[in-house]
């Protein structure tokens, strides 16, 4: 009786203290309560401080399955003697009998199935054991997004992500779910499907809470917010990085210039090698709900004029430099005759010192990265809507008809959920 009003104690301090410190925000609590008798909780894991926070913040008093290589240190033996733990190895199913039948009794389950923190950022491998163990107890799944404790000192990603002291962190709980393992399948074969489907449901998981919607150019400006304005972000063949806060203030100067040569949704077409103005280019096309249209200088003057056709581009950005050291003068010449070219370099004259420090991105880039959006698309007489509504990207790169020729370009819809898809369900580390 002693140790559970200690446990209510100790749990009701820790979650004002995490509430405090984190402003730790819970989202579909709820869930936990549709949960059947037998369910078992699967999160991602992000740092030290996971099962504090999941421990907290859960309804119930949960048992969490431990990697028996944590469960050794000196530091974690304190903290898991407030709780009820099992001590497992992922790859040993001998040691899961134990928690199994602990499912069976009715008692929650909270297990991390990548078995160790990330290194990547992302999503590590998933070891089947946890599968297996959800498979043999019939037990539900509850899926549970953690997200912001990749910023703490806790985790194991210094120098890949910007560190915090006390971030925001948030905490996404999903419906309950069944792993659909056919009856048919047994042995070590039923493990294995087991977990691939769980994988599935962890990337799915990372996938669904993540904000998909807002546009590239958004996301930019959130990256800045976070990372700060003085990190360099890219570099090409000259050797002069580009800072976040370069490459959003020419994003916005050039296209302050390109908006009254286009309308909103028009596709324009770029026509520049691999290079930081190209990436300045596409990003104040972006940031005028333009839409990027990228042509490939080796389909010839006749390919890249049929891609605009399809695409309906009627202006192509362009540089002098890169047309003289490509010789491309007599491609440019034909392109010329049906479509209207502008030269970056013609532009860039055409800025002065005054509206380069008007754009200078110190006193327009506050910490909040929604505010950076709004403020400074007023700056720059931008409505939020700009920054708000789906761009797409055509690509002139794909697909030719053996019978006509004809270079055809699809249109994205979304370009930012392509590269979260990537993220979250490609990049899987064998170790």
């Known amino acids: 009786m002693l140790r559970l009003y200690s446990r209510f104690v100790l749990k009701t301090i820790t979650r004002s203290v995490l509430s405090f410190l984190y402003r730790v925000e819970v989202k579909g609590a709820e869930h936990f309560r549709f949960a059947g008798k037998h369910h078992v909780v699967v999160a991602n894991h992000q740092s030290f401080l996971d099962a504090a926070v999941i ?4 309804p119930s008093d949960p048992v969490f399955a431990v990697n028996t290589q944590i469960a050794k240190r ?10 009820d733990t099992f001590s497992i190895d992922p790859t040993n199913p001998m040691s899961l009998k134990s928690l199994i039948r602990e499912v069976e009794k009715g008692r929650p389950l909270v297990i991390f199935p990548e078995g160790r923190i990330t290194v990547t950022g992302s999503l590590m491998k998933i070891y089947d054991g946890p599968g297996l163990v959800v498979d043999k107890a019939q037990a539900e799944v509850v899926p549970v997004r953690l997200d912001g404790l990749q910023h703490t000192p806790f985790s194991r990603l210094k120098g890949r992500v910007v560190r915090r002291l006390f ?17 048919e399948v047994k042995g070590r074969e039923r493990r294995k499907v087991a977990g691939r489907q769980l994988y599935d449901l962890m990337s799915e998981t990372l996938f669904s809470t993540t904000d998909t919607g807002k546009t590239l150019f958004r996301s930019l400006l959130e990256a800045s917010a976070l990372h700060g304005r003085t990190r ?13 806060g370069r490459l959003v203030a020419g994003a916005f100067i050039l296209g302050r210039k390109l908006k009254p040569l286009t309308r909103e949704g028009e596709a324009v077409g770029l026509l520049l090698p691999n290079s930081v103005a190209a990436l300045v280019a596409f990003f104040a096309l972006q940031a005028t ?7 490939n200088v080796s389909a010839g003057a006749a390919g890249m004029l049929s891609a605009c056709r399809t695409a309906s581009v009627k202006i192509v950005l362009c540089a002098r430099r890169f047309v003289e050291r490509g010789k491309l003068h007599d491609v440019l010449a034909e392109m010329e005759r049906y479509i209207k070219v502008v030269y970056l370099d013609d532009l860039r004259t055409e800025i002065g010192r005054s509206t380069r420090r008007s754009a200078s991105p110190r006193p327009i880039l506050p910490p909040s990265p929604i505010g950076t959006g709004i403020r400074t698309a007023r700056r720059w007489s931008y409505s939020p809507q700009d920054l708000r509504a789906p761009q797409r990207a055509w690509c002139s790169r794909t697909e030719t008809s053996r019978q006509t020729g004809i270079r055809s370009g699809p249109a994205l819809p979304s370009m930012l959920r392509t590269r979260f898809s990537i993220r979250f369900r490609c990049f899987t580390p064998s170790v």
Do not use: S
């Open 74 to 83: 000196w530091w974690a033996r304190p903290a898991l003697a407030l709780v």
């Open 232 to 244: 360099a972000i890219v570099e090409d063949i000259t050797f002069q990085p580009l800072t976040y």
């Open 55 to 58: 421990a907290a913040f859960m």
């Open 289 to 295: 709900a333009r839409v990027p249209a990228m042509l």
């Open 167 to 183: 971030p925001k962190v948030t905490m996404t709980v999903l419906p309950p779910r069944l792993l659909a393992v056919d009856p």
